[in-house]
């Protein structure tokens, strides 16, 4: 297991699911090859930790984001966590 964190520059917290995916997709994106070579031989997971405050359903992820995610080729694991609401933003 390789765990890589994917933090905003200007906050402990991103804004939304969406811009903490596509940053972590732009993160890997120059390692694509690597990632397709580790695939031959182990399974590959995105793994996503969501913390929400409310029960109004899930994330909602943009299409922009769906293609990418797609196109990267990794299978996409969120786990979502109840949380109270966050006083550090």
């Known amino acids: 297991m390789w765990e890589f964190s994917a933090l905003p520059k ?48 899930g994330p909602n992820l943009s299409v922009p984001l769906l293609k990418q995610l797609g196109n990267f080729g990794v299978e996409l694991y969120i786990d979502t966590y109840f949380s109270a609401e966050s006083k550090v933003r």
């Open 10 to 57: 200007i906050s402990i917290l991103w804004s939304s699911l969406d811009e903490g995916l596509l940053a972590l997709l732009a993160a890997f994106q120059h390692r694509r090859d690597a990632i397709r070579h580790y695939q031959k031989t182990f399974q590959v997971t995105l793994w996503c930790g969501h913390f929400s405050s409310s029960f109004d359903g």
